[in-house]
Every structure is written in C-alpha cells, then in structure tokens.
C-alpha cells in the first residue's frame, strides 16, 4: 500500500513538473514581444518620430503597445489594429508566432512583397483587413486552413493570378473583398460552398468565364463583379435561394442572354447594376414590384420593348 501510494506522489510530481516547464518553454507573452520586435523591425515610417518609435519598446509590455490588444486571462497579443497608420514594409515570418492572434488590420498603409506561409499558424484569426496597400502575387492558398476566419478583405493590392479553390474551405467565412487587384482566370466554383457568405466583392479585376454557383448561398446579402470579362448567363433561379439580396453589381461584363425573371423575388434589393453587358430580350414585370429599390442601372445594353412602368421604378432607372 505504501509503495503504491509512493508511486502515485511520484507519478503526481512528474506531470506537475512536467506542466511547469511546458509553461516555461512555451509559447508566451515574451514570445508576442518578441514577434512584435521583428514586426518593427520590418517596419518603413513615414517620419522619423513616428509614434510607434518610442512605444514599441521591450521597457513596456506589449499590452500597453499602440494598436495591441491582449486578453485578460492569458495576457496574450489578441489584435493588431493599425490602420492609417503611415507605416509600410513587410510582414516578417515571426508574425506567425502570435498564435493568439484574432483581428489583423494593417488597411490603408504601403506594406508590399508577399504574404508570409508563416500566417497560417494564426488559427485563432477571425478578421484580415490588409485593403489598400501593395502586397502582391498571388492569394495564398494557405487562407483555406484558417477554420475560424469570417472576414478576408485584400482589397487595392497588387495581387495577382487566380483565386485558389481552397477559400471553399473556410465555412466560417462572411465577408470576402477581393476588388482593385490584377487577378484573373475564372472564379472557382468552390465559393459557392461558403455557407455564412454574406458578400462578395470580386469587382475591378480581370476574371473571365461564367459566373460560379453563388446563388444557392442563402446568406448572400451583396454580389459585386463589376468590371471584369464574365460572360455566360444569369441562372434562371437567380433569387429563388438568395432571398436576403440587397446589391447586385455587374455591371462592366459580357453577360448575355436575359435577365431571369426570377430577379422580382429578391424582395430586399436596393441596387441592381447590370450596365454594358450584351443582355437582351424583355425586362420582367416583376422588377416593378421591388418596393426597396433606390437604383437600378440598366445602360448599355440591347434590351427590347419598355421598362415595365412603375412610377417608383422609373424614377430610379439610371444609364
């Protein structure tokens, strides 16, 4: 019985040992700082006596750093909000060690060269804003492996090539904005197995095909692939499993065929832009029973007979 009750104290020690060290060499907040160090250091200023100079320093914690957020219990880097911020360069490897890392917002900066692979141990990141600033090649495949991630939002960027198949995978995914870059080829039909999408910003690229099977997303509320070369047509079920649509922008396209009659069902529209594209034939009656419209844009295109007459209709018909 003793050597037993020996053996279970000594078996008790070893795993709290064991707990202790694992805490001591794990990952921790020293490591944050040490990530967020090499972050600076990658870091172009617009001024000399930048705010961040003097208050990135390892004489304070991190917590209390200019955009840094942290949690309360662990006292880990949870955010990284800089936006605006007049800073630019690149994102080093170490970033990928902020393992508790949530909300990255860098938009509206001139950070440039790729995206580090080393990104894609942030599992915990929910939001990527990274719009309007100069980061190219192409859309890194690795975003497919972030199961948490609800908003990716590239937008004004250099990026370039085609749109990997693997943002299919992140189910979590809300928000997907993708415009003012040079990517190309067509949209893959793997964005249409994104169940919480909610809008889509695909516009002022330079895709081309028919557009992918979005229309069965019953989240969908915004639709935008202005100015790219799609072509092919509207499916005929167009709003029969979309029924929260608000905006649809096409316009800039060379989308043919009709305008499905279906499109009078998606009750909560308030924008349709569907200018120069090749459409043609009758636009349904149904389109003058939309009572939330405020613009509807049709120019551009070879549409026979009159807009049905609808005194609200024709007093939102823009070229």
Not at 240 to 260: A, C, H, M, R, T
Request: aromatic letters at 12%; a neutral charge.
């Amino acid at each position: 019985m003793e050597k037993t009750w020996f053996l279970y104290l000594t078996a008790v020690s070893l795993v709290q040992c064991f707990l202790v060290c694992l805490a001591m060499n794990g990952p921790n907040s020293t490591t944050d700082q040490s990530a967020l160090l090499a972050f600076k250091s990658h870091i172009s200023l617009d001024h000399p006596y930048h705010r961040l100079v003097n208050n990135w320093s390892s004489a304070t914690s991190v917590c209390d750093w200019i955009g840094v957020s942290c949690s309360k219990r662990h006292r880990r880097v949870t955010a990284l909000n800089l936006p605006d911020m007049g800073i630019g360069g690149t994102i080093p490897p170490h970033i990928g060690n902020l393992s508790f890392l949530s909300y990255f917002n860098i938009t509206n900066n001139t950070f440039h060269d790729h995206l580090p692979s080393e990104m894609a141990r942030l599992h915990r990141l929910k939001f990527v804003d990274f719009g309007i600033n100069n980061f190219g090649g192409g859309v890194p495949a690795w975003f497919g492996n972030l199961p948490e991630l609800q908003y990716l939002h590239l937008r004004n960027n250099s990026f370039t090539g085609l749109v990997p198949a693997s943002i299919g995978n992140i189910s979590t995914l809300e928000s997907l904005d993708l415009r003012y870059n040079f990517m190309e080829g067509r949209v893959p039909e793997e964005i249409g197995y994104l169940p919480k999408l909610k809008k889509l910003f695909m516009g002022f690229n330079h895709f081309s095909g028919s557009i992918p099977t979005i229309f069965n997303i019953s989240s969908l509320e915004l639709i935008d692939f202005s100015s790219n070369m799609l072509s092919g047509i509207l499916p005929k079920d167009l709003c029969i499993f979309v029924p929260k649509l608000k905006f649809i922008y096409l316009s800039w396209n060379e989308i043919d065929g009709q305008i499905p009659l279906t499109l009078g069902e998606c009750r909560e529209l308030q924008i349709i832009s569907l200018s120069l594209n090749k459409f043609s034939g009758f636009v349904p009656k149904a389109i003058g029973n939309l009572t939330l419209l405020q613009r509807l844009y049709f120019g551009g295109n070879d549409f026979k007979g009159m807009i049905p007459y609808s005194s609200l209709l024709f007093s939102l018909v823009r070229i």
